[in-house]
């Protein structure tokens, strides 16, 4: 008898290290919700530093509306939003804001036996206001010289949700082309004239790819994991240019994170022959006076080591642009000065 209640006792004691244990591990998650433009390094950083630490990030990609909308309402650690919040608008929340890494949105089509093709932004704004219609369209046509272009029928493919890559196709085709401007304009989430909805970046490459004739815009990482064809673009300098890191580093360069209040920069249509016209910063959201500060903690912790070299290098294999040092130490510095607990920081860099 005695033995058998030492073994009772012992198996309690080691059911109940277990439970605490798996407490512990619980409470150790990050929640985040927002912008598919960044979902899949966040992926690759999430498995990446639970196995180095242990502790998980829940992330859902429901689209920059959607993270806007979760963090305000205090149901995740952080909200992302490729579209950046205003300062007035941060400050009105209780909000800070900070990039994580850069990326561009690219056109990406389904067009049979046409595999290099060249738009400029006021033909890709026609495209998507509707007025060109067909493959062998003369705008088109003038763009790509000796191309065979079939007379099928564009098949436009847009966000249906609230969508920071909506708002960076959408700025960059506003300031390229005042009738796109006048008519749909530059946001999260616009009335299209035509095509067909898709949501997140996933939807909208899954609909181009089952759809012959189809064009569509997606993060680069999108179109790189879905093997689609891209097209190239004609930027702000005159030249014809192809999605690539350096392209998107090029338009990168011409960012001065030093004088955006609240980081509010946008990075569409920058100057420099080798720059991708449509090129992005995506944003964390969070709160200066955290409702779980434990979490919040732990998310400070997670960016932390994303910014360092073993985050770097993830970011650089799905050809996103990471930050420079002087930009990620300034981030860092308002962790510091910004994210408080009972008036102290949160973050002790």
Excluded at 59 to 82: L, M, N
Excluded at 182 to 204: C, L
Excluded at 289 to 314: C, I, M, N, S
């Amino acid at each position: 008898m005695k033995h058998v209640a030492q073994n009772a006792l012992k198996s309690a004691v080691i059911v109940a290290a277990a439970l605490v244990a798996a407490a512990a591990a619980q409470a150790q998650e990050i929640t985040g919700a927002g912008a598919s433009f960044p979902a899949p390094i966040y992926a690759k950083w999430a498995d990446a530093y639970k196995t180095k630490t242990g502790v998980s990030l829940n992330y859902q990609s429901i689209g920059s509306g959607g993270g806007i909308k979760q963090i305000k309402a205090k149901t995740v650690t952080f909200g992302a939003s490729d579209a950046p919040l205003k300062p007035e608008e941060l400050d009105q929340a209780g909000l800070i804001q900070f990039p994580t890494v850069i990326g561009g949105v690219v056109p990406v089509v389904n067009l049979e036996g046409v595999s290099n093709l060249a738009l400029d932004g006021a033909t890709l704004a026609n495209i998507f206001l509707g007025t060109v219609k067909t493959w062998n369209d003369p705008a088109i046509a003038k763009l790509n010289p000796g191309a065979k272009l079939p007379d099928t029928a564009i098949a436009v493919v847009r966000r249906s949700d609230g969508s920071g890559t909506n708002f960076l196709f959408t700025d960059y085709l506003s300031k390229v082309s005042p009738t796109f401007k006048d008519k749909v304009g530059a946001a999260t989430s616009v009335e299209w004239p035509v095509g067909i909805g898709a949501k997140g970046n996933e939807g909208v490459a899954n609909t181009v790819k089952q759809t012959q004739g189809a064009i569509g815009y997606v993060e680069y990482a999108y179109a790189l994991e879905n093997k689609m064809p891209t097209a190239s673009l004609v930027n702000a300098a005159g030249k014809t240019v192809s999605p690539t890191s350096d392209a998107f580093s090029a338009a990168a360069a011409n960012a001065d994170w030093s004088k955006a209040p609240g980081n509010y920069l946008i990075l569409t249509n920058q100057p420099g022959d080798g720059s991708w016209p449509i090129t992005g910063a995506t944003f964390i959201l969070m709160y200066k006076q955290p409702v779980d500060a434990k979490a919040a903690g732990e998310a400070l912790k997670f960016f932390d080591w994303a910014y360092a070299a073993d985050g770097d290098k993830l970011a650089d294999d799905l050809h996103y642009v990471v930050l420079p040092d002087a930009v990620v130490a300034g981030i860092k510095k308002q962790w510091t000065n910004d994210i408080k607990v009972e008036g102290k920081p949160l973050f002790g860099g």
